[in-house]
Each structure stands twice: as structure tokens, then as C-alpha cells.
């Protein structure tokens, strides 16, 4: 099987200071608390700042902005994510499997984001209209274990070998986008888009097929 590639720590726009610091961790685990509970436009510096017993300046030492501490509560939500895709590139299952079960892991997680932390939801929904480094990151992370996939299912004799390797992935890649934007998973019914998955990844498995 095609090893997993290998990463330098995720880009996070407006960071300061050292990278592993108890206080930095403090912040970033009082942030989630917070953009759980109240939202993220109701959370301010300084709300978090009393949350572990500094000033608001004190925080400004690791984070540019509000939206500096956002992006590190965003990253670490959406690689939750991440880490359950790649868990399911790198397994030893068939290859048409893991696809299934790809398919499948990405509208399910962002399902349970949606309905369950939906505080959360709100959060990714306004990194995706802002751009926010860790949508980048995220998808750059879909499309990683993505390819693992189709080149390991390759490797196996499950996918064809005579569409460039980046068309194919590319075009995959594509057809995800219904299943993994968090304004699209709003707007349907979970079943209707689980039901979608399943035969989009079934079209794309016989696209796939030598």
C-alpha cells in the first residue's frame, strides 16, 4: 500500500509566540468552550481572557485577532475530520471499499457537526465564506488521502491506469464537494444526501473499473 504523506504542522494564519505553550493550549481549549456554547460572533478576547485568568493583551501574545483564534478552534475541528479520512486511506481494504466508506465518512462527520455542535457548524461555515487557511488545509487534506486511495487502487489492478493520475483525482475530488460544504449538507435531508453519496460513489467506482 502507498504510505501516508507525510506533513509539516497545519497553517494558521495570525499565530504569534511559541508554537506549543501551556497558555497558547489554554486559550485555544477555552475558545472551543466558548464557540460551543455562545457562538463564535458572541465570544470575545476578552471573554476568553477572563476564562483562564489573563488580560486580553496577554492573549494578543499568541493571537493577532478574534479570527486568528478562530482558525486555530476551525483547524482543530476540521482534522478531526481529516485524521478519520486518512485512517480510511490507509487501511488495508479493498480499494473500491475505502472509496465507499470515503464517501460515506465525509457526509456523516459533517452531519454530526451540523446537528450536534452546531455552534461549530456556524464557525466552518464562516471560514468557508472568509477563506480562512484552514478550509485550505482541510481540502488539501481531502485531496492527500483522496490519492492514496487512487493510487493504491491502481497498484491493486482495482482502477484503471490510462486517465492522467491528477485528472482523475481532480474529477473525484469534485464530485465531493456535495458531501463536505457545510451550506450544502444544511440544505438537504441527511437521508436524501446519504442516499446521493451511495450512488455518486458507485458511478465513480464504475468510471474507475479497468
Known sequence: MSERPEHDSAPAT???GPAEHERREQIIAAADEHFRHYGYQKTTVADLARAIDVSSAYVYRFFESKQAIGEAVCLMTLKRIDDQLMA???DDSPACERLRRFYKCLHEQ???LFFNERKLHDIVVAAV???WSS???H???IADALRLIVVDGRERGEFERKTPLDEV???IF???APFSHPVLLAQNPQEQIADNAAAVSSLVLRSLAP
Open 14 to 16: 495570525g499565530q504569534r
Open 88 to 90: 480510511i486511506a490507509t
Open 110 to 112: 459533517g452531519f454530526a
Open 129 to 131: 465564506s472568509e477563506g
Open 135 to 137: 478550509v485550505a488545509w
Open 139 to 141: 481540502k488539501a487534506a
Open 169 to 171: 483525482c481532480r474529477a
Open 174 to 176: 469534485v464530485t465531493l
